[in-house]
């Protein structure tokens, strides 16, 4: 039996992650339908000042695999970033759910109170307990980050409904 601060880290970042891929293959397809390059999409923003899809996937794998490795107590690699492709954002998200699929879910037993050290800018860092950091920092920017990457592709007319980004 998991644990509900396992399930509503891991678990849903798994599903959320699973479900970017699968937006990401209808975005392949349309793309082919349409006959324009797939990498138009991955530099699509929905404004000026917003990070492009292919950002948005990245800042979204990043939080996910820190979020799942500082709840189990242990150091989440680093993600280096480099040219955000349809081919690299689909192996950086499956990076991302072999990392969460490692995590034990016993190593997530008092998790909710573990401190839990981030950045909050490059020279800051914040600790909070594990179950602040899940729902106050963590999951609230990986499901934006993730539903950016949703409404880019829908505004570019990728068919996507409710069912792609809730699974």
């Given at each position: 039996m998991t644990s509900f601060i396992?399930?509503?880290?891991?678990?849903?970042?798994?599903?959320?992650?699973?479900?970017t891929l699968a937006m990401l293959d209808k975005a392949e397809a349309y793309a082919a339908e349409k006959k324009f390059d797939i990498d138009v999409l991955m530099q699509s923003r929905l404004a000026p000042?917003?990070?492009?899809?292919g950002a948005q996937i990245f800042i979204a794998c990043s939080f996910a695999k820190n979020?799942?490795?500082?709840?189990a107590g242990a150091e989440p690699p680093d993600y280096e970033r480099g040219p955000a492709t349809l081919e690299s954002s689909r192996a950086l998200i499956k990076r991302t759910l072999d990392i969460l699929a490692a995590i034990n879910p016993e190593a997530?037993?008092?998790?909710?109170?573990?401190p839990v050290t981030f950045s909050t800018s490059p020279t800051t860092k914040e600790t909070e307990p594990g179950a602040?950091?899940?729902?106050?920092?963590?999951?609230?920017?990986?499901?934006?980050?993730?539903?950016?990457?949703?409404?880019?592709?829908?505004?570019n007319g990728v068919p996507l409904g409710k069912r792609d980004f809730i699974g």
């Open positions: 396992y399930d509503a880290s891991v678990g849903a970042c798994t599903r959320a992650l699973n479900n000042d917003m990070f492009p899809l979020l799942g490795c500082r709840l997530m037993e008092g998790a909710e109170i573990r602040i950091y899940l729902t106050k920092v963590a999951m609230p920017n990986i499901m934006f980050h993730i539903t950016t990457t949703y409404l880019i592709l829908r505004h």
